[in-house]
């Protein structure tokens, strides 16, 4: 049963629950449903309204693995039903495309399927299907004795400006890389590793039909471009920049002469244009916060790592920790057994650093040509030529880019 209301009387019992889940990201969802599966009461607090998460353009490509763990408890049917599937990426350098086909070496594809989709279908589970307990709009979370057996959260209820409280026994921080879960991590025993990548991404989503079949990488002496299918209405391109520069820099005419250039291919079509809906920099880095967890809060996602768009992990990452936990919580609060909460940080971020390192190690490949150091793009030329032209060195790639049993 889904936890009773606040009461506002301070003589009612206060409300309870097992588990509160802070945030409905990809993360927070993934941990409440499964929860909700196996009957263990939780409670969601949301600082956004339903439509808002609904529709927050973010991350849009889901590893095979992830989507078949998905489907296996039942959260994946639309989108088994509705994902496009992608086999082969693409390098564009010198006038040139170079097709790879990773799917073939790896066995796995990948599923595009837009986060706010994701997003729809698990809080449609959630809450309507399973009819559990979430609280959109809340405001002011803060939380409680979380190195403590009796954990709480408190919030303000924004229908009426009241502070609300809610016992609980574990609390999961999934409130994304802005949130406040993480401030709880006491500094002293908490390492927050950064890698600052020195450059910014203009992220762009066009109102134009994708131009290819496949996400492609654009490496050119001006600076790195991408292109990434969304919806057929709609595609996601990047192109590097300074950090720190303002959308303000890049109007409508110089993205699309930009992305002409650095996506340029002899022969090939021209690309589909349309109006831009999204201009935003990203300065680029990754972070990761370890131990994922303090007392009896569980961080999952961007809470406790953020990695930068350069190889689309982040939701995957998002999903990983989160059927962990999910998966962890129940084994506790089902039977006591504690096994898997005490070993979720070491297994989450077992993934978690294969992952950053292959970003890093794909960033060098995208941006060396365009750092304006001659030995990092002779070493980053270096670095694709092994990649189109060995085989081991391909199998690696593909292995790495589709996330297939990289839990070393
Ligand atoms: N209280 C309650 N909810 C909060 C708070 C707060 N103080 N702060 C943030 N939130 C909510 C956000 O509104 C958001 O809905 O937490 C949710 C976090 O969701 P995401 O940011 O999507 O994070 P996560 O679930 O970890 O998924 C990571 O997001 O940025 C992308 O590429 C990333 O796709 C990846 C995914």
């Keep these: 049963m889904p936890a009773p209301a606040a009461s506002p009387s301070s003589a009612a019992?206060?409300?309870?629950?097992?588990v509160v889940v802070i945030?409905?990201?990809?993360?927070?969802l993934t941990v409440a449903n499964i929860l909700r599966a196996a009957s263990v009461d939780c409670v969601v607090l949301e600082a956004q309204s339903r439509e808002f998460i609904e529709q927050r353009p973010r991350a849009g490509?889901?590893?095979?693995?992830a989507v078949r763990a998905l489907a296996a408890r039942g959260l994946a049917d639309r989108l088994l039903a509705n994902a496009p599937t992608h086999t082969e990426c693409e390098f564009r350098f010198e006038g040139e495309r170079h097709r790879f086909p990773y799917a073939e070496l790896s066995g796995r594809r990948h599923f595009?399927?837009?986060?706010?989709?994701?997003?729809?279908d698990l809080v449609a589970k959630y809450a309507d299907e399973a009819a559990g307990d979430i609280r959109f709009g809340v405001r002011d979370v803060r939380l409680h004795h979380v190195d403590t057996e009796h954990p709480a959260v408190s919030y303000t209820d924004p229908a009426t400006r009241e502070r609300r409280r809610i016992e609980c026994e574990v609390i999961a921080g999934c409130d994304g890389a802005r949130g406040v879960t993480r401030a709880c991590l006491p500094p002293e025993r908490t390492t927050v590793a950064r890698h600052d990548f020195g450059i910014g991404w203009l992220a762009l989503l066009a109102e134009a039909p994708p131009s290819s079949d496949c996400v492609v990488f654009g490496i050119h002496p001006r600076g790195f471009a991408a292109h990434m299918a969304r919806t057929p209405q709609v595609?996601?391109?990047?192109?590097?920049?300074p950090p720190g520069d303002s959308p303000d820099n890049w109007p409508h005419d110089r993205v699309w002469s930009e992305l002409r250039a650095r996506l340029r291919v002899d022969g090939g079509q021209p690309?589909?244009?349309?109006?831009?809906?999204?201009?935003?920099?990203?300065?680029?880095?990754?972070?990761?916060?370890?131990?994922?967890?303090?007392?009896?809060?569980y961080l999952a996602g961007d809470a406790a790592h953020l990695a930068a768009p350069i190889a689309a992990k982040g939701m995957n990452l998002a999903l990983h920790d989160a059927l962990l936990l999910g998966d962890a919580l129940v084994a506790y609060c089902g039977k006591g057994d504690g096994d898997g909460?005490?070993?979720?940080?070491?297994?989450?971020?077992?993934?978690?650093?294969?992952?950053?390192?292959f970003s890093q190690w794909l960033s060098e490949l995208l941006h060396g040509a365009s750092s304006g150091d001659p030995f990092r793009a002779g070493t980053a030329g270096a670095r694709l030529r092994r990649l189109l032209g060995s085989p081991a060195a391909a199998s690696a790639f593909a292995e790495m880019y589709i996330g297939k049993d990289v839990d070393h």
Aim: some cysteine; charged content about 25%.
């Design 13 to 18: 019992p206060l409300p309870r629950t097992r």
């Design 341 to 357: 909460l005490s070993g979720y940080s070491e297994a989450c971020l077992r993934r978690v650093w294969q992952y950053e390192e």
């Design 112 to 120: 595009v399927y837009p986060q706010p989709l994701l997003v729809t």
């Design 23 to 28: 945030g409905a990201g990809p993360a927070g």
């Design 235 to 241: 595609t996601r391109y990047y192109l590097e920049c």
């Design 61 to 65: 490509f889901i590893e095979e693995w």
């Design 271 to 297: 690309l589909a244009e349309g109006r831009l809906i999204e201009k935003r920099v990203l300065d680029m880095h990754n972070h990761v916060v370890a131990p994922m967890a303090y007392g009896r809060l």
